[in-house]
């Protein structure tokens, strides 16, 4: 059977052409009866809109992008929340109609080649993920002209994000470690070229300041590997340190193996707090307390705001609550 056409639509329902066209593209001038009419008729006859010529009426491409920026040994693309987020994200699209793709930006050369097909006009708009702090994407996209939200705060000040309370969250860890009457209370950061981990550091560093307690800070990477390495040198450098908040899960994970490893017992020798609360947070023995990222409502957070943005909604940023779930590590 030959694919209904548009006029074959206006003929069942015996209204013109254009009055097809204005229900199908979602117009809200046309009258309630028309739109049934023309509704019945499609049913009928199982038309299915052109959407290559919609798009060029429309001038949509009903096709979202979403941009990992992320070094090649992927610190964020691996990190156990990073699916939950895609699923999110993916969900709230599919619910709007929209299409989802999903690039990496590795290199100088990949980001190139993105910045090129989101001028090429692919989509309607864009979400980046794991920005650097002096990643200079987020100024190059803007420059496009389509609408871009970033999935945590960016150098570029003209672009919409919408972030977790990070320091908020390290407040919440380092407050509870007071309360429970740790006084030498150390943090293992992530990689300080990202936001979160800046911000993380500088809420751990201000509550101890209020409380007049000294920083102990050892660097580290968001891996396991590098919160163990962390670990160890805290515990060389300060063997009296009693608490330490590390800046995500995995590097609490690893810091536990360390403390192990050493004869030191957590959490009656050393508390031990992890910011993200991933599923394997429950399991570590003992089981891990945690900052909880509400990462799958900050993805859906952020897909609103962009979709708000490409129908010339607000840009005000979006910051996302924490809570504190307090397991027997503390």
Same mark, same amino acid.
């Given at each position: 059977?030959k ?6 639509v206006?003929?069942? $329902?015996?209204?013109s @052409? ?5 229900v199908?593209?979602?117009?809200? &001038?046309?009258a309630?009866?028309?739109r049934d ?5 499609v049913?009928?006859?199982? !038309? ?9 009426v429309?001038?949509?491409?009903? =096709? ?19 699916? %939950?987020?895609?699923?999110a ?8 109609? @929209?299409?989802l793709?999903l ?8 980001r190139?080649r993105?910045?090129?097909y989101i ?11 794991a920005?650097h702090g ?13 609408p ?6 960016t150098?570029?000040e003209?672009v919409p !994000? ?14 509870h470690l007071?309360?429970?009457?740790r ?5 293992? =950061?992530g990689?300080?070229?990202? !936001?979160? %981990?800046?911000?993380?550091?500088a809420? !751990?560093r ?5 409380t007049?307690?000294r920083?102990?800070v050892a ?10 390495? %962390?670990m ?10 009693d $608490?330490?908040?590390?800046? +995500?899960?995995?590097m609490?994970?690893g810091?536990l ?10 959490p009656e ?14 399991y570590?023995?003992?089981?891990? &307390? ?8 900050? %993805?859906t ?16 940023p979006?910051?996302?609550p +924490?809570?504190?779930?307090v397991?027997?590590?503390?």
């Open positions: 059977m694919r209904p056409t548009l006029e074959v206006a003929a069942r $329902a015996g209204v @052409k254009s009055s097809v066209s204005r199908i593209n979602g117009e809200t &001038t046309v309630p009866e028309i009419v023309v509704m019945r008729a049913r009928e006859l199982g !038309y299915v809109p052109n959407g290559a010529a919609r798009n060029l429309t001038r949509r491409t009903d =096709t979202l992008a979403v941009v990992v920026s992320d070094p090649p040994q992927g610190v964020v693309s691996d990190d156990p929340l990073f699916s %939950a987020v895609v699923r994200v993916s969900r709230e699209l599919e619910k709007a109609g @929209k299409r793709v690039m990496l930006a590795e290199s100088d050369q990949s190139t993105v910045v090129q001028a090429g006009g692919h989509v309607d708009g864009v979400l980046l993920v920005l002096t990643d200079s994407l987020p100024a190059a996209l803007a420059r496009q002209g389509l871009v939200v970033s999935f945590n705060r150098s570029a003209d !994000y919408v972030a977790l309370d990070n320091a908020g969250g390290a407040a919440l860890a380092v407050r007071l309360e429970r009457g006084r030498r209370i150390a943090t293992i =950061t990689p300080l070229e990202l !936001y979160e %981990a800046r911000e993380r550091l809420g !751990y201000q509550t101890l300041r209020d007049e307690r920083s102990i660097l580290g990477d968001f891996t396991r590997v590098s919160g163990a390495e %962390a160890r040198q805290l515990l060389e450098d300060d063997p009296d340190l $608490a330490v908040f590390a800046s +995500n899960d995995l609490a994970i810091a193996r360390t403390l192990q490893k050493a004869g030191r017992r957590v020798d050393v508390a031990v707090i992890g910011f993200d609360d991933i599923e394997a947070a429950s570590t023995s003992p089981a891990l &307390t945690s900052v909880r990222s509400p990462m799958a409502d900050q %993805a957070a952020a897909v609103h705001l962009l979709l708000s943005l490409i129908d010339g909604g607000p840009t005000d979006v910051i996302m +924490n809570e504190l779930v397991r027997e590590s503390t």
